[in-house]
């Protein structure tokens, strides 16, 4: 592991003490950033933009020159995987991510390749080392990956969805296939995440953004043994002093209890589960991140600060947490309201 000027990150997913409480914010290099517009319309799309690694790394460390964060994460999407698989990742305009190809049976499945990440995925490890060498230790640099389950839900439904009932129908129905797919997406995961470790990232995050959607029988049937199979194949392969986040959005109760046996370093945590709740869920087994509800960023600078305050608060003392919102930025916030709740952030929690 390279030497980092800040690690406060870092320390804090390992539940060591800290200073302050880090801070990030998911989906920081985006639309609201007008540098951001810039380098898309240069680009011309965005598969243009995330498959440039110079172009992504620009994006990637464009929210480090305005806000004091203590963490970027590099600028990708969560559908590259299915992409290298052969499913042919499109964007339409206002409807998001497509797939040319959908899956609908066992044999749809079997053709699936598993992808290699330094030859399939190779601009996404370009980006992160490029990445990694400009920032020079300033800062921790995040890779993530998609979850499986999430993974498969676009791969189904061949697109975003509103009820996922095709997706679920699926894992209602053809129970066997789905538990190959979803182990085949684990498989790939597993190899995608340590490349991005061997290129340069410090921790990595799997974004399972519609594990909420499933019932909690169906998300320990169909998500969390992915999840595990993510965390256990990474620590098998030597990658076990790596931090691992899981951010499973839409999960409450004892289904984050689960999550904490994992072996995970940390769980990120959305705005509807209390903070407090969740460490007494979590018993302070792992790491806690998050979990401010986004649209506070459209409130005054002094509501915001009280609600940074109230997260604080609500996640309490000692070691292990990691401030984020509790989903990510929206396109058309205003980018200095960021900026407020990161000086926020570490005024506030500063011991």
């Known amino acids: 592991m390279k030497p980092l000027k800040n690690d406060t990150l870092l320390r ?36 243009a933009l995330a498959t440039n690694p110079e172009l992504a790394c620009e994006v990637t460390i464009q929210p480090l020159r305005r806000f004091d964060l203590d963490a970027v994460i590099i600028f990708s999407d969560i559908l590259t995987i299915p992409d290298a698989m052969g499913q042919g990742l499109f964007f339409a305009a206002g409807e998001g991510p497509k797939f040319k190809k959908i899956i609908q049976t066992p044999a749809d499945i079997e053709a699936l390749p598993v992808p290699d990440p330094m030859d399939d995925l190779r601009y996404v490890m370009d980006a992160i080392a490029l990445t990694a060498k400009t920032l020079a230790g300033a800062v921790p640099l995040l890779g993530f990956a998609g979850s499986p389950w999430t993974l498969a839900t676009y ?66 049937e169909f998500s969390l043994p992915y999840l595990q199979q993510i965390v256990t194949g990474l620590r098998q392969a ?3 002093e790596t931090p691992v986040i899981l951010f499973s959005k839409g999960v409450h109760g004892s289904v984050l209890g689960d ?22 869920l979590t018993a302070d087994k792992v790491a806690l991140q998050g979990n401010l509800d986004p649209c506070v960023l ?53 011991k």
């Open 12 to 47: 804090a997913l390992k539940r060591q003490l800290t200073e302050y409480t880090p801070v990030w914010a998911m989906r920081q290099a985006g639309r609201y950033l007008p540098e951001y517009r810039a380098v898309r319309a240069k680009a011309g799309s965005f598969m």
């Open 155 to 220: 791969m189904i439904e061949g697109g975003s969805s509103k009820n996922f009932a095709r997706s679920k129908a699926f894992l209602l129905n053809q129970p066997a296939a789905a538990h190959q797919l979803l182990d085949k997406l684990a498989q790939a995961t597993v190899a995608y995440l340590a490349a991005q470790i061997d290129s340069g990232a410090d921790a990595v995050q799997v974004f399972d953004s519609w594990g909420g959607v499933l019932s909690p029988a169906m998300y320990r």
């Open 238 to 240: 030597g990658y076990a």
């Open 259 to 280: 999550m904490a046996a994992s072996g995970a370093h940390a769980l990120g945590v959305d705005w509807t589960t209390d903070m407090n709740e969740a460490r007494q």
């Open 298 to 350: 459209y409130a005054d600078d002094a509501v915001i600060r009280r609600e940074v305050q109230q997260v604080l608060n609500a996640y309490g003392e000692g070691p292990g947490h990691v401030f984020n919102l509790g989903h990510g930025m929206h396109p058309d916030m205003a980018p200095e309201k960021l900026g407020v709740m990161v000086d926020a952030v570490h005024e506030l929690s500063r």
